[in-house]
């Protein structure tokens, strides 16, 4: 029987973690995160789950890659100040291929900032934060049941490709109240277990998919992982064609399958002269804006971005082409929307960015649409 | 099955690329033999590994190993033993790494009562970045950033983890080798957060500096720095105590957490 519940953005987190098969949650208390850790506590436990809440956000992070290393899905939730200390392990996640998902919940910044109050200023944090070339994939959601949705994908591709996965929401979507479907339609995804006799196993060899096979502490196969440079056996190995081939497998495994984890929702951008290209909360007034202009006569489209990155450079190239002008609303002096421009050519490209900590809204969107057009 | 230190040390790496006369050799040898004595299955055991000298230790093992970041050595294990308690999960920090940059894990780990073993090789600097002083690194010692002499008093590594909550502690030397691999064995067979302070020597940085320019002096000077009186210690006068500071029964993490997963099941049955 499907379950339908009214719930908050940050309690369907939860239930898309437990429904993807999380068993393990490290983290630290802080707003506007700390749902998730209240009801991964609650619930984790009755799935035969471990919950424990760390010392500081650093020791959180380093814990998520032990668990996720000895074989348990491993999830965490903060805000920005929380990935400011995690970006150096989440780096860890990366080098030592340990799947497991990182929630950020913005909030205003920067540092302490205006701890209550939404923000979408983490988007290069996410790609970025941690120190050295690597990929990221981070998920964004717009609704409470993308919450739980990409949630579930989220730790499908963390499992797929062996990576750490952001979830980047927002204040507002994680705190707002809708209709959530508890649903069995995602398919669960469990990271690729070595077929080799146990002699044979090397825990960092891939193969073409460039994901190595990953057994965990406790198999009957030895697991040598490291966050120094390593070659197949996880042993090191300090030669420069060896780091060449690691960093790049790295990146690769990660940019070679764009068609798996991009995605991305339309909304009336067939004809659309007037293009927004937005996320999270962000995306939810730039659909509202998008039925108001078009009530008054002006054709305008939405692409919502739920893949942040890999940014999805076809896609925005594609619904950009027939377009007269893109707007990127965020709640941000300007991050996405230099990605945005990287990749339309010639288009003119408007900012509508707000940081006062309140959220952009349909009318602050519809009153610069108008004001780039001279419509007023 | 009896066994030996090579079934955990890989003999094909050997020599040990620490410096000449470097302690660590003796501590990763005690473990192994530790190892052995307990007829431990290398695919039950985790070593984990911080950033330093010690923390290259995982180089040479055949067990499962995760070598992770600067002073988080102890985080990553909490998250191993966690979620499969039946792991012997073994920590392996510098004075630096666990002490030092990892000190706020330290504490909390010895607090929690998580089952691991932490193994510190306390040889009072940084040798691996070239001699810096540490967060143990007895007052008044000359390092290459202390050049008038430290004016910061140490941690007394053994009375920290005994007061933050650790089930067992002890403390020897690498002088000391009989009672070293005593309280390796004992410390990884305790349920609990056990630790084992083990006093090292570096003839390369420390003790250049400090008047002792080999290994042989810094032998010395453990061999007379060194007490079996534990009373009679003091690690701010650099006179060092051995023996068991800790040795208590108490319910670890992981079997008060099979009480919490009974109360949630019953509430979400």
Same mark, same amino acid.
């Given at each position: 029987?499907t379950?339908?519940?009214?719930?908050?953005?940050?309690?369907?987190?939860?239930?898309g973690?437990?429904?993807?098969?999380? !068993?393990?949650?490290?983290?630290?208390p802080?707003?506007?995160? +700390?749902?998730i850790? #209240?009801l991964?506590?609650?619930?984790?436990? @009755?799935c035969?789950?471990?919950?424990?809440?760390?010392?500081?956000?650093?020791?959180?992070?380093?814990?998520?890659?032990?668990? +996720?290393m000895?074989?348990?899905?491993?999830?965490?939730a903060? +805000?920005?100040?929380?990935?400011?200390?995690?970006?150096?392990?989440?780096?860890?996640a990366i080098?030592? #291929?340990?799947?497991?998902?990182?929630?950020?919940?913005?909030?205003?910044?920067?540092?302490? =900032?205006l701890?209550t109050k939404?923000?979408?200023a983490?988007?290069m944090?996410?790609?970025w934060?941690t120190?050295g070339?690597?990929?990221?994939i981070?998920?964004?959601?717009?609704?409470?049941?993308?919450?739980?949705d990409?949630?579930?994908? @989220?730790?499908?591709? @963390?499992?797929?490709?062996?990576?750490?996965?952001?979830?980047?929401?927002d204040?507002?979507?994680?705190?707002?109240r809708?209709?959530?479907?508890?649903? *069995?339609?995602?398919?669960?995804i469990?990271?690729?277990f070595?077929?080799?006799?146990?002699? *044979?196993?090397?825990?960092?060899?891939?193969?073409?998919? /460039?994901?190595?096979?990953?057994?965990?502490?406790?198999?009957?196969?030895?697991?040598?992982?490291?966050?120094?440079?390593? &070659? #197949?056996?996880?042993?090191?190995?300090? /030669?420069?064609?060896?780091?060449?081939?690691?960093?790049?497998?790295?990146? *690769?495994?990660?940019?070679?399958?764009l068609?798996?984890?991009?995605i991305t929702?339309?909304?009336n951008?067939q004809?659309?002269?007037?293009?927004?290209?937005?996320?999270?909360?962000?995306?939810?007034?730039?659909?509202?804006?998008?039925?108001?202009?078009?009530?008054?006569?002006?054709?305008?489209?939405?692409?919502?971005?739920?893949?942040?990155w890999?940014?999805?450079?076809?896609?925005?190239k594609e619904?950009?082409?027939?377009?007269?002008m893109?707007?990127?609303?965020?709640?941000?002096?300007?991050?996405?929307?230099?990605?945005?421009?990287?990749?339309?050519?010639?288009k003119p490209?408007?900012?509508?960015?707000?940081?006062?900590?309140?959220?952009?809204?349909?009318?602050?969107?519809?009153?610069?649409?108008k004001?780039?057009?001279?419509?007023? | 099955?009896?066994?030996?230190?090579?079934?955990?040390?890989?003999?094909?790496?050997?020599p040990?690329?620490?410096c000449?006369?470097?302690?660590?050799?003796?501590?990763l040898?005690?473990?192994?033999?530790?190892?052995?004595?307990l007829?431990?299955?290398?695919?039950?055991?985790?070593?984990?590994?911080?950033?330093?000298?010690w923390?290259?230790?995982?180089?040479?093992?055949?067990?499962?190993?995760?070598?992770?970041?600067?002073g988080?050595?102890?985080?990553?294990?909490?998250?191993?033993?966690?979620?499969?308690?039946?792991?012997?999960v073994?920590?392996?920090?510098?004075?630096?790494?666990?002490?030092?940059?990892?000190?706020?894990?330290?504490?909390?780990?010895?607090?929690?009562n998580?089952?691991?073993?932490a193994?510190?090789?306390?040889?009072?600097?940084?040798?691996m970045?070239?001699g810096?002083?540490? =967060?143990?690194?007895?007052?008044?010692?000359?390092?290459s950033?202390?050049?008038?002499?430290?004016?910061?008093?140490?941690?007394?590594?053994?009375?920290?983890?005994?007061?933050? =909550?650790?089930?067992?502690?002890?403390?020897?030397?690498v002088?000391h080798?009989?009672?070293?691999?005593?309280?390796? !064995? @004992?410390?990884?067979?305790?349920?609990?957060?056990?630790?084992? &302070?083990?006093?090292?020597?570096?003839?390369?940085?420390?003790?250049?500096l400090?008047?002792m320019?080999?290994?042989?002096?810094?032998?010395?000077?453990?061999?007379? +720095?060194?007490?079996? !009186?534990?009373e009679?210690g003091?690690?701010?006068?650099?006179?060092?105590?051995? =023996?068991?500071?800790?040795?208590?029964?108490?319910?670890?993490?992981?079997?008060?957490?099979?009480?919490?997963? /009974?109360?949630?099941?019953?509430?979400?049955?």
């Open positions: 029987m379950d339908v519940k009214f719930l908050q953005g940050n309690e369907a987190c939860v239930e973690a437990l429904k993807a098969g999380a !068993k393990f949650y490290a983290g630290y802080i707003t506007p995160s +700390s749902e850790a #209240e991964a506590s609650r619930k984790l436990p @009755a035969d789950g471990v919950f424990i809440q760390m010392e500081d956000e650093l020791g959180s992070m380093a814990a998520l890659v032990g668990a +996720s000895a074989g348990a899905k491993a999830f965490t903060t +805000s920005g100040p929380g990935i400011s200390l995690m970006s150096e392990n989440i780096g860890l080098m030592t #291929e340990a799947p497991c998902v990182v929630i950020n919940v913005q909030r205003s910044g920067p540092s302490t =900032g701890a939404p923000a979408q983490d988007i944090q996410a790609r934060g120190h070339d690597h990929a990221m981070a998920l964004y959601p717009t609704t409470v049941q993308e919450c739980y990409l949630m579930i994908k @989220a730790f499908n591709f @963390a499992e797929r490709f062996r990576t750490p996965v952001f979830f980047l929401s204040e507002t979507v994680g705190h707002m809708e209709k959530l479907v508890l649903h *069995d339609d995602i398919p669960i469990d990271r690729p070595p077929k080799v006799a146990p002699e *044979d196993y090397k825990p960092y060899l891939a193969g073409e998919d /460039k994901v190595p096979p990953m057994a965990h502490f406790g198999s009957e196969y030895l697991v040598h992982a490291s966050s120094s440079m390593h &070659d #197949e056996t996880g042993y090191p190995n300090n /030669k420069p064609e060896n780091a060449d081939k690691v960093i790049r497998r790295l990146y *690769d495994k990660i940019y070679d399958h068609d798996e984890i991009i929702k339309e909304f951008l004809d659309a002269d007037v293009v927004f290209v937005a996320c999270g909360v962000s995306a939810r007034s730039s659909r509202e804006a998008v039925q108001i202009l078009r009530q008054e006569g002006i054709k305008a489209g939405l692409l919502q971005l739920n893949t942040v890999p940014f999805a450079d076809e896609k925005v619904v950009a082409k027939n377009a007269e893109i707007f990127v609303p965020e709640m941000n002096l300007g991050q996405m929307i230099n990605e945005v421009k990287r990749v339309v050519g010639d490209v408007y900012g509508i960015n707000k940081v006062d900590s309140t959220i952009i809204t349909p009318y602050d969107i519809i009153e610069k649409v004001g780039v057009r001279g419509d007023v | 099955m009896s066994r030996n230190i090579f079934d955990y040390i890989i003999e094909d790496r050997l040990f690329f620490w000449e006369g470097c302690g660590n050799g003796i501590i040898k005690s473990i192994a033999q530790a190892f052995a004595d007829e431990l299955d290398q695919k039950n055991i985790v070593v984990v590994t911080g950033i330093g000298c923390g290259k230790a995982d180089d040479y093992l055949k067990t499962n190993c995760l070598h992770v970041t600067h988080r050595a102890l985080a990553a294990a909490t998250g191993v033993k966690a979620v499969n308690p039946k792991l012997k073994v920590v392996l920090m510098g004075d630096g790494d666990g002490l030092t940059i990892g000190g706020n894990h330290f504490i909390h780990a010895a607090r929690r998580l089952d691991l073993t193994i510190v090789s306390n040889n009072f600097n940084y040798g970045t070239g810096q002083y540490s =967060g143990t690194t007895p007052e008044d010692s000359f390092t950033t202390s050049r008038y002499g430290s004016i910061e008093p140490p941690f007394d590594v053994c009375e920290l983890a005994k007061s933050a =909550g650790a089930s067992y502690v002890a403390r020897s030397t002088y080798v009989k009672p070293l691999e005593k309280y390796i !064995k @004992a410390a990884i067979s305790k349920k609990g957060f056990s630790l084992v &302070d083990v006093i090292n020597i570096c003839p390369t940085h420390y003790g250049r400090n008047n320019k080999s290994s042989v002096e810094m032998m010395e000077w453990l061999k007379n +720095s060194s007490t079996t !009186k534990i009679e003091n690690i701010y006068e650099r006179k060092f105590a051995i =023996g068991e500071f800790a040795d208590v029964e108490k319910l670890d993490f992981s079997t008060k957490y099979v009480e919490v997963q /009974k109360k949630a099941k019953e509430k979400y049955k």
